[in-house]
């Protein structure tokens, strides 16, 4: 099927309140142009000189996320346009963030990124470091960006059960943080779900999805 044909049949399928982002990385500029001809707006890629080159070239009313790990030195790169920051993962990367979108002068949209897997190689902050990141005085002084919500990713399995477990976890800490009272912290959006696990996302609470080789292909 085409790029736009997947695009439309998920779209259709989503529920109102979730929010679809096109997972576009290693896929050429042709590629994501039909998907914004179908009407996508936002995309994800995870390299930020991928990105960067990407954003250069297109239409400029594109929403991007860095879906990836982020390395601190290269927030610069990506700071005058990116939109959503999925993957931030500790407080240094955040005040870097904070720096480099206030010589832009903007404010920079994060999402706290937690370890909900099994496996140990995926990224993320454990709910003890979340803790500690947000009862941190240097977290609240921090005026360039906003924590508007957080992002997982389940074990890369079969069992259903434990991707469904690890997705209600995930839910929980969502529901249960959200009583800070500070103005760069309010938790709207809940990152969870690609292309093998997202309606059961979904069903779990995911208010954003990423999607990428059920529109592009097999990457
Ligand atoms: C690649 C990637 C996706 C999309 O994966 P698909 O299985 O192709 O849908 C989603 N989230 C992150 C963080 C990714 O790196």
């Not at 890629?45 to 860095?66: S, V």
């Not at 809940?190 to 309606?199: C, N, P």
Request: charged residues 25%; negative net charge; glycine residues 6%.
């Amino acid at each position: 099927m085409s790029i736009k044909q997947n695009l439309l049949n998920i779209k259709s399928a989503l529920p109102e309140h979730v929010t679809l982002v096109a997972v576009s990385k290693t896929k050429p500029i042709s590629d994501l142009m039909e998907a914004y001809d179908a009407g996508q707006r936002i995309f994800g890629e995870n390299k930020i000189q991928e990105m960067t080159e990407k954003w250069e070239a297109m239409p400029k009313d594109i929403e991007w996320h860095m879906i990836g790990h982020v390395q601190t030195n290269k927030v610069k790169f990506m700071a005058p346009f990116v939109s959503l920051i999925h993957g931030v993962d500790g407080l240094k990367l955040l005040e870097e963030i904070n720096k480099q979108a206030q010589k832009n002068d903007r404010i920079i949209d994060c999402l706290f990124q937690i370890h909900i897997a099994e496996e140990e190689t995926k990224f993320g902050l454990n709910e003890k470091e979340l803790n500690e990141i947000l009862y941190s005085a240097t977290f609240h002084e921090m005026k360039n960006i906003r924590i508007v919500g957080l992002m997982g990713m389940a074990t890369f399995t079969d069992n259903q059960e434990q991707i469904k477990k690890e997705f209600t976890h995930l839910k929980t800490i969502f529901d249960t943080t959200n009583q800070l009272l500070t103005s760069n912290f309010q938790l709207l959006t809940l990152s969870m779900g690609m292309s093998g696990d997202y309606k059961l996302a979904i069903e779990c609470g995911s208010t954003m999805v990423r999607i990428g080789s059920s529109i592009f292909g097999n990457r």
